[in-house]
C-alpha cells in the first residue's frame, strides 16, 4: 500500500523560529531531529555562490519535507500549491521554514554571499521530484481532495 499524505497548501508551510542563544562572543542556534526540525532529518544540503539574478528550485517533492534556513544573506521562497502562491523572505539565521509535501518551490533573489541550507526528511531519491510545473499542476488535480 503506497504512503498517502494529507493535501497539502501553501498554509501547511511554516516559519519556524528557532531558540538563539546570545552571550557576549556571538550567537548559537542548534536544531534537533522532531524538536526544532519537525521532522527526522536524512539528508542535509546547501546552495552558495548563488549568482545575482539565478534561480534555485522549481519542483516540488511527494513525500519528501524540507527545512530551509538562510546561514548567511538572504533569499526568497516561492511557495506554489496549485491554487495559492506565497513569497516568503529567508534573511536570518535562527528563522527556519518548513516545507510539506506536494508544494512547489522556488528559492529566488538571493544576496551577496547567501548560504540556503535545506534539511530534508528523506534521501536523495529521483522519483520524488516533480520538476515540470506542467506534471505539477496535473498531479495536484489528479490526488483528489484527500490524498498526495
Same mark, same amino acid.
Given at each position: 500500500?503506497?504512503? %498517502?499524505?494529507? %493535501?497539502s497548501?501553501?498554509?501547511?508551510?511554516?516559519?519556524?523560529?528557532? &531558540?538563539? =542563544?546570545?552571550?557576549?562572543?556571538?550567537?548559537?542556534?542548534?536544531?534537533?531531529?522532531?524538536?526544532?526540525? &519537525?521532522?527526522?532529518? %536524512?539528508? =542535509?544540503?546547501?546552495?552558495?555562490?548563488?549568482?545575482g539574478?539565478?534561480?534555485?528550485? +522549481?519542483?516540488?517533492?511527494? %513525500?519528501?519535507?524540507?527545512?530551509? !534556513?538562510?546561514?548567511? +544573506?538572504?533569499?526568497?521562497?516561492?511557495?506554489?500549491?496549485?491554487?495559492?502562491?506565497?513569497?516568503?523572505r529567508?534573511?536570518? &539565521?535562527?528563522?527556519?521554514?518548513?516545507?510539506?509535501? +506536494?508544494?512547489?518551490?522556488? !528559492?529566488?533573489?538571493?544576496?551577496?554571499?547567501? !548560504?540556503?541550507?535545506?534539511?530534508?526528511?528523506?534521501?536523495?531519491?529521483?522519483?520524488?521530484?516533480?520538476?515540470?510545473?506542467?506534471?505539477?499542476?496535473?498531479?495536484?488535480?489528479?490526488? +483528489?481532495?484527500?490524498?498526495?
Amino acid at each position: 500500500m503506497a504512503d %498517502k499524505v494529507v %493535501k497539502s497548501s501553501i498554509y501547511d508551510c511554516s516559519i519556524v523560529h528557532l &531558540p538563539k =542563544v546570545h552571550n557576549r562572543t556571538g550567537n548559537i542556534t542548534a536544531l534537533e531531529n522532531e524538536k526544532t526540525i &519537525p521532522f527526522k532529518v %536524512k539528508r =542535509v544540503y546547501y546552495l552558495y555562490d548563488v549568482p545575482g539574478g539565478a534561480e534555485r528550485g +522549481g519542483h516540488a517533492h511527494r %513525500k519528501l519535507q524540507q527545512f530551509i !534556513i538562510s546561514a548567511s +544573506g538572504a533569499f526568497d521562497v516561492l511557495l506554489d500549491d496549485g491554487l495559492n502562491k506565497k513569497l516568503v523572505r529567508l534573511d536570518r &539565521p535562527h528563522i527556519g521554514l518548513h516545507i510539506v509535501p +506536494g508544494i512547489w518551490r522556488e !528559492i529566488l533573489d538571493f544576496s551577496s554571499g547567501a !548560504i540556503c541550507l535545506v534539511l530534508a526528511s528523506e534521501n536523495y531519491e529521483e522519483n520524488d521530484y516533480i520538476r515540470d510545473y506542467e506534471h505539477f499542476k496535473q498531479f495536484r488535480a489528479d490526488t +483528489g481532495s484527500s490524498d498526495i
